[in-house]
């Protein structure tokens, strides 16, 4: 399949080649990155890196984007969500004019109005996830195996980031519901071995409709309803998901001793992308010895470490959002580390960095 997509693209102009659309579609959708849509993923990047696309370049530019260093991350956390957003927050048809326009002046502007209602759309996703935690906060008998929020504030667009969102913070199932006067939607997201649309689905005497997949649902319902549902499914989840599976588990790839961490091995891994879902960036476990380490980032919250492994030599490392570890972990002390191999680069400088994902 790789070598049809790539044989057959190779002869096509800029005008007929759409597989860089493709390629935003795919990823974007969060589909298994294997098989065909690897490949379709994996070229496509390669036709983003040299777009003559006048909207995509609008867009690319706009989001502060190198054209040449796209990848699956740009495309899922920024490019994707600049053109979901109109969806979300008002009519999707101007996504649509950016990516089919050969007008600069038109994209440059569509471009803009796309990165304006993408702040508008993350204010609002922010506000709602706020106003979610809070009304947890105060209720703790919402943090049970199931988060279940319904509020008349909540905009429906939104409700799905909000409930992803949710998940991350407290690893649980968790159904946001914007609550109408007579009818409700709802959007759910789920955990790791807890098929939440089939759950939502043995309460289907109460739902007008519902649809997705074991990750993530949306359904209607009938808003005096709501109450029952909630006491169902959360009486459901209740039965159906046990303690180990409400622990977040890493799963490691690879122990290495970290003299293996080399240009080498870095080179051999990126033979592996596109990274995405069902092929994931490959992590690893060393013990190390902690040379240093100080905060970073603008508000402090970033931990940057040099460590060191059985050979002596130094390797920098950055967790991000461990901040708070800062005072904790003292030069020469001895901890494990679980980390993927990133490349850094700095004022021209290019060297590798350990990316840490948890540490003990």
Request: proline share 2%; aromatic share 6%.
């Amino acid at each position: 399949v790789a070598n049809q997509i790539k044989n057959t693209t190779n002869h096509l102009s800029p005008t007929t080649n759409h597989l860089d659309l493709a390629a935003l579609g795919t990823i974007a959708d969060m589909v298994p990155l294997v098989g065909a849509n690897r490949s379709i993923a994996k070229y496509g990047l390669a036709e983003i890196q040299k777009t003559q696309r006048v909207g995509l370049l609008a867009l690319i530019k706009e989001a502060g984007l190198i054209k040449e260093k796209i990848g699956t991350y740009e495309v899922s956390f920024v490019l994707a969500p600049r053109l979901n957003a109109l969806g979300r927050i008002d009519n999707a048809l101007d996504a649509l004019r950016l990516l089919c326009t050969n007008d600069e002046n038109k994209a440059g502007q569509l471009a803009m109005r796309l990165n304006e209602v993408n702040g508008e759309r993350q204010r609002l996703t922010e506000e709602t996830i706020l106003h979610a935690k809070r009304l947890i906060s105060e209720n703790s008998k919402q943090i049970t195996s199931l988060i279940f929020i319904s509020h008349e504030s909540y905009n429906q667009r939104v409700i799905g980031l909000v409930a992803g969102k949710l998940v991350e913070s407290y690893y649980r199932p968790a159904i946001v519901v914007s609550q109408g006067r007579v009818f409700s939607k709802a959007s759910a997201r789920s955990i790791s071995g807890f098929n939440i649309v089939e759950a939502i689905r043995t309460q289907a005497d109460l739902l007008v409709d519902v649809g997705g997949h074991p990750m993530a649902a949306g359904f209607t319902i009938e808003t005096e309803k709501l109450e029952i549902l909630e006491q169902r499914l959360t009486e459901f989840a209740a039965k159906n998901i046990s303690d180990e599976m409400l622990k977040k588990q890493l799963v490691i790839d690879c122990k290495l001793d970290l003299e293996m961490v080399t240009t080498k091995l870095y080179g051999d891994l990126e033979e592996l992308r596109p990274f995405g879902m069902k092929n994931p960036e490959p992590t690893f476990c060393s013990e190390v010895e902690v040379v240093e380490t100080r905060l970073v980032g603008a508000t402090a919250k970033h931990l940057k470490l040099v460590v060191k492994g059985s050979n002596d030599r130094n390797y920098d490392a950055i967790a991000f959002n461990f901040g708070e570890l800062s005072g904790k972990i003292k030069p020469g002390a001895k901890i494990q580390i679980a980390y993927s191999i990133a490349k850094d680069e700095w004022n021209g400088n290019k060297r590798l960095q350990l990316k840490i994902k948890d540490l003990k």
